[in-house]
């Protein structure tokens, strides 16, 4: 049982190029999230999934697209980057969205943008 | 809308030594809260919560108590080891509508643990 899983661990992109972050999770939960880390700032959230077929924006969406691909994964793509964009992006699932589940989270991905 | 305050870090304590991180909230109705804790080069991990009033969480050695008259849920352990150096962060959930899909997080809180 992994828990929530991301790729890749680390990425350096130059300006302008586009990436996607992968990120997995197999403990069937239905509510997925992307989340950045910028330092003296805790977590945002970007976006997150509901259930399967369904996403939303949250407080920073500008700049990113995500997929709900299935259940199990969640997809968050980097169009054009930019350095404002240099962060390090955490995934997480809970079982549904209500706010007193626990948000299980992955490793993080850690992005550069030069 | 929702928003989270704690205390600045870092902070620096002795081992054995009582632990105390503030964390005061703003939020329409009846949040849940939370404590998640990251340890260096990890994700973010779930200490312990509270979903309602006078709730007491607890985990580890932790302990937090959701006092809905001060908006507050401080971050309390009697006696802390090196290996709870890590950062702290102090989060809520709203508890109907879209906003109970976002956690509203404050800014962490860095604790170092000497010998």
């Known amino acids: 049982n992994a828990g929530v899983t991301q790729t890749p661990k680390f990425q350096v992109l130059k300006t302008g190029q586009s990436m996607t972050l992968q990120c997995a999770q197999d403990?069937?939960?239905?509510?997925m999230y992307w989340y950045r880390q910028d330092p003296g700032m805790g977590l945002r959230l970007i976006y997150y999934?509901?259930?399967?077929?369904?996403?939303d924006k949250g407080e920073v969406p500008n700049g990113y697209n995500v997929s709900r691909l299935n259940k199990r994964e969640f997809s968050l793509r980097l169009e054009s980057a930019a350095p404002s964009q240099t962060s390090v992006y955490f995934c997480a699932s809970s079982e549904r969205g209500q706010g007193y589940n626990e948000q299980y989270f992955g490793p993080g991905t850690r992005l550069t943008v030069t | 809308g929702n928003s989270v305050t704690q205390m600045e870090g870092p902070v620096t304590l002795s081992e054995e030594a009582f632990l105390t991180i503030n964390c005061t909230y703003t939020?329409?109705?009846?949040?849940?809260l939370f404590w998640y804790v990251q340890y260096p080069g990890e994700g973010l991990q779930l200490l312990l919560k509270a979903t309602k009033a006078d709730d007491k969480g607890s985990n580890k050695g932790f302990e937090a108590t959701y006092r809905k008259e001060t908006t507050s849920f401080h971050l309390e352990k009697g006696s802390v080891q090196v290996s709870d150096s890590a950062v702290y962060f102090c989060?809520?959930?709203?508890?109907?509508?879209?906003?109970?899909?976002?956690?509203?997080f404050g800014k962490g809180t860095k604790l170092s643990v000497i010998p």
């Open positions: 989060a809520l959930s709203g508890n109907s509508g879209a906003g109970s899909y976002q956690l509203t």
């Open positions: 939020a329409t109705g009846y949040p849940s």
């Open positions: 403990m069937n939960h239905n509510s």
């Open positions: 999934s509901a259930s399967e077929g369904t996403t």
